[in-house]
């Protein structure tokens, strides 16, 4: 059954955790008691401890972080008074922040994983809804997914694969390429403050709110949704 394992230092919600060398780094998030946006971090060890970690750059909670390498996390937006859209890479040996490329909108309770490309199998991270403040689609609720590539944040990736090599000329040849893939699609509905987890190659995003067109002041879905 279940067993007390450790106190953390701070009270957090909306927090961010994630597992590296047999120990789970926790940054930011909420204390509701002291009404307070946290800027700490704490690392809880297998023996049942919690020590202090660095400080984040700025306070924050809502935000999502995933890995990079086996080194290196990547932390993404959050709510600080405003909806974020910085993100930091954060190495896990150096305790040190640096900054990683802005979003393409600002978002918190969204989620983040990573996922590989169906033909090269390469790897990326992506985040996923959360609230943004918009009201394009009536809500502050997001729909859109940014996948991070070459160091930016894209909303897709087109790849292309050579179809075809035609000699026009002598020393000239012809290359034909046809799109095969597309990653970065949006989710079928708005979505926030939802679960995400990776299985395999593939990426769950599981419940969460998300506007369903009723007065319900909080309208949860029971859908799991696959990438």
Known sequence: GWQHFVNMIDRRSGAAGIVYNNTFHIF?????NENTTLQSSEIVNEDGTSTEGP????????HAIASINSTVSIISGGYNGAYIDQTWYF????????????M???????????????????????VVGGYNGSS???SSYSDS????????????KTSYRITNLSLVRPNTIMVFFTCFSKLGPALPKALASHSMVEIGESLYVIGG?????TSSPYPMSKEIQKL
């Open 28 to 32: 930011g998030g909420f204390d509701a």
């Open 91 to 102: 190495n896990h040996e150096s305790h040190t922040f640096t900054p990683g490329p802005n």
């Open 145 to 156: 997914t940014e996948i991070l590539l070459n160091g930016k944040w894209s909303t897709g």
């Open 136 to 138: 394009h689609l009536g």
């Open 209 to 213: 709110f998300s506007p369903d067109g």
């Open 104 to 126: 393409l909108e600002g978002r918190n309770g969204h989620s983040s994983g990573t996922i590989a490309d169906q033909i090269t199998k390469e790897k990326f991270v992506i």
């Open 55 to 62: 400080q984040l750059p700025s306070p924050v909670h809502g």
